[in-house]
């Protein structure tokens, strides 16, 4: 077998958006994943599934692994031929060990890529409203660990530190926060110099004290503070409140779980990142098309025989396509078909493939389709309907009870998806996340399926239709419901009911 190789990654301070480029395509093609308990859970969720993870943990204090054995595991799966992603939260070479496990690679000859990380002293700063330089304030910047042995004093020359005027920023120093602060005033710093303490800097539970360095022990002490967090000294800390962007954004501070199949989540995701929110994809299905469908292939042997194809969802389309590609056929097997799209989405997946619908409801929903269509069809014109599996029945008997003649043909199925690296249970009976977000019923079904155990009186449901809805209400969520059966009413829903 041939040697594998090792990728130092970094995954940055915890917002999934400053996970760099490379990161995420290096990852998408590891075969072992050995990651940090400050890897970001968003970049977790980017883990693929046929990947084999190791948590090797380390928080201050807390190993799972001793940093040894964690290079030996580093040097052994490599040997074994794997493509091996070592995740380490923020940058791998900024107090993050990364030498020393490039060292055993190196002596024995393993080849490894380094890729840098976005790192906490400047994102979490930043995400605060704190820019770590700025020319009226200071002209530079020293990064410092904060962590040392129980009962050891600090091997740090805080006189010289306060001579550089310049920004400073401890990391992994909570626990020893009054002591760096008396350091600090014992070198010389002004016990008024602006100092702030940033805890979970990008992500939803983002939390800001500012004080000064004679106080900001005691404001800790008194406001609570929770790790992992770094700790900023300097002037430009007073520009925290004139320059906090990101407490502005109107979902800063919420955590929201999309459950939508892998392929579909992509854009909804997007927009609640925009409008602040902490994004956790974790979908709750997957669509898998039906393997060696005759039906479906009958169906498209005799496409310019149907008056109508009507698409009851974006993987529906997906698959369709896919398959007139396996056979070789092109849009000109679809003769004189008019198109009919359930809703926007469905729409938006035809037009991406230059097809432009020619009837879509008001309401986005199975049923309003079909009467719909019913109202402008002619009785004995021919409808294929490529849809799932499940799909809903009372479609069919409006389209039949029209005088239609339709092929139902499924072309996938849906099933319920789960993954390892985060416990979506947990998170909710902690009280971490805000908001679910479900965009058909057969989601929240897989949502539940996934998290048996919970209290559902816990989740906040955002729910696409009154389906939907109905669904989750079954279970005791509380719901709430888009206007519109669209990804943006969705998140509108979202903001006005946060």
């Avoid at 940058?91 to 976005?118: A, K, M, Q």
């Avoid at 009507?310 to 396509?321: K, L, Q």
Wanted: glycine share 10%.
């Amino acid at each position: 077998m041939s040697t594998g190789k090792v990728w130092l990654v970094g995954a940055g301070p915890g917002d999934v958006g400053l996970f760099t480029l490379k990161g995420r395509e290096v990852l998408e093609q590891a075969e072992v994943v050995v990651y940090d308990s400050l890897v970001g859970q968003g970049v977790l969720a980017m883990v693929p599934e046929g990947a084999r993870c190791i948590d090797v943990g380390k928080r201050a204090g807390n190993h799972t692994m001793p940093q040894g054995g964690i290079n030996e595991v580093l040097l052994e799966e490599a040997q074994k031929g794997h493509r091996v992603v070592r995740l380490k939260g923020g940058d791998p070479f900024l107090f993050g060990r990364g030498g020393e496990e490039l060292e055993l690679l190196t002596e024995h000859g393993i080849p490894y890529e380094v890729v840098p990380g976005i790192t906490s002293p400047l994102s979490v700063p930043a995400y605060n409203g704190i820019p770590v330089t700025h020319r009226d304030y200071c002209s530079s910047l020293h990064i410092i660990t904060g962590h040392k042995r129980a009962g050891e004093v600090y091997d740090i020359n805080f006189k010289a530190l306060v001579d550089t005027k310049g920004t400073l920023v401890f990391l992994m120093g909570v626990a020893a926060l009054a002591d760096i602060c008396a350091g600090l005033m014992d070198g010389g710093m002004d016990p008024h110099m602006p100092a702030a303490i940033l805890q979970k800097g990008t992500t939803a539970a983002q939390k800001r004290i500012v004080a000064t360095v004679g106080t900001l022990a005691e404001e800790v002490e008194r406001q609570g503070i929770e790790t992992p967090a770094i700790i900023v000294v300097g002037k430009v800390c007073e520009l925290a409140d004139s320059f906090a962007w990101y407490d502005k954004l109107p979902l800063s501070g919420r955590k929201v779980v999309v459950t939508r199949p892998r392929q579909l989540i992509s854009s909804m995701a997007k927009k609640l990142r925009e409008a602040g929110a902490e994004v956790l994809e974790l979908p709750a299905i997957a669509t898998v098309c039906v393997e060696n469908n005759e039906v479906l292939g009958r169906a498209l042997d005799k496409l310019a025989s149907y008056n109508w194809i009507a698409f009851t969802s974006p993987s529906g389309v997906r698959i369709f396509f896919e398959e007139m590609r396996r056979q070789k056929k092109d849009i000109r097997a679809l003769g004189n078909c008019r198109i009919a799209a359930i809703g926007a989405g469905t729409k938006k997946e035809l037009e991406a493939r230059g097809l432009f619908v020619d009837l879509m409801p008001e309401v986005y929903d199975g049923v309003h389709l079909g009467e719909t269509l019913a109202k402008i069809g002619e009785i004995g014109c021919r409808v294929l309907l490529p849809r799932a599996k499940c799909g809903n029945p009372e479609l069919l008997h409006i389209l039949e009870r029209a005088g239609f003649h339709v092929d139902d043909v499924p072309t996938y199925d849906t099933v319920y998806q789960s993954q390892e690296l985060i416990d979506e249970k947990a998170e909710f009976d902690n009280g971490n996340i805000d908001w679910a977000v479900f965009t058909s019923a057969s989601t929240v079904r897989g949502f539940v399926e996934t998290t048996q155990g919970l209290d559902y009186k816990k989740v906040r449901a955002a729910c696409i239709g009154k389906q939907t809805k109905a669904a989750a209400q079954a279970y005791g969520m509380e719901c709430f419901v888009a206007k519109e059966a669209t990804m943006d009413s969705l998140v509108e829903c979202i903001i006005e009911n946060s």
